[in-house]
């Protein structure tokens, strides 16, 4: 079975401060791989796609950036938090092979930025 | 601009009544429709997907879509309070990887 973690689960963050968050999929290998942000009670808005390793796609701008170093593994970052950067971020994995695959998310990371 | 609208912001239903959810795109170049619910505190997960015109039933969650009208609604029968949760419509295009989501629906089914 398939298993997605997100870490870390909660962050308290200064406005300006460097950030990092991950994702690793366990029992899928080359899953489409995707980045989500999310205003707290608010729809979610994607971010970042990759399909291999090495090559990330970005759907919109918010100051943000994503690398896929490994297979299993998708990196979210930033040099400088913005306090609009604030929400709920969730990772996702896919199949990939069938252009209509479900998307399976992950448990999030909170965020707060101050 | 928001390209995919959800109706009624919130919603609430006796348990064991029916809840109807509606989403309407202004994209006609969506292809693939999809229902997710979030429950409070996690990561949502997929209810169904429908891609062809008319009905389609999964126990007790029915979708209907007309790609005509780009509209796409959800049924649930005999609604439990576990049901209640952020449902969300997502659709995309040809990149079946870039997923748009609707505004959301927030369903409460009361005991």
């Known amino acids: 079975a398939q298993t997605i973690h997100q870490w870390p689960v909660a962050e308290i963050k200064a406005v300006g401060s460097p950030l990092s968050l991950g994702c690793t999929i366990k029992g899928k290998s080359s899953p489409n791989l995707y980045w989500y942000w999310q205003a707290t009670g608010g729809t979610l808005q994607q971010l970042f796609y990759?399909?291999?390793?090495?090559?990330v796609e970005s759907v919109v701008q918010l100051n943000l950036s994503a690398s896929r170093p490994k297979d299993d593994q998708f990196i979210l970052s930033t040099e400088k938090l913005l306090l609009s950067h604030s929400g709920f971020y969730l990772c996702?994995?896919?199949?990939?092979?069938?252009?209509?695959?479900?998307?399976?998310f992950g448990p999030g990371t909170r965020l707060t930025v101050l | 601009q928001q390209k995919v609208q959800q109706s009624p912001e919130s919603l609430s239903v006796p348990e064991g009544g029916m809840a109807s959810l509606n989403c309407t795109s202004s994209?006609?170049?969506?292809?693939y429709f999809w229902w997710y619910r979030q429950h409070s505190g996690e990561g949502p997960k997929a209810l169904m997907?429908?891609?062809?015109?008319g009905d389609k039933k999964e126990g007790r969650f029915t979708a209907h879509l007309n790609k005509a009208s780009l509209h796409v609604s959800l049924h649930i029968r005999d609604s439990q309070p576990s049901d209640s949760a952020l449902y969300f419509c997502?659709?995309?295009?040809?990149?079946?990887?870039?997923?748009?989501f609707g505004s959301g629906t927030k369903l409460t089914v009361e005991p």
């Open positions: 990759s399909i291999t390793v090495g090559q």
């Open positions: 994209d006609r170049n969506f292809q």
């Open positions: 996702a994995w896919s199949g990939g092979a069938r252009n209509y695959a479900e998307q399976f």
């Open positions: 997502a659709v995309s295009e040809s990149n079946y990887n870039v997923l748009y």
């Open positions: 997907s429908i891609f062809s015109d």
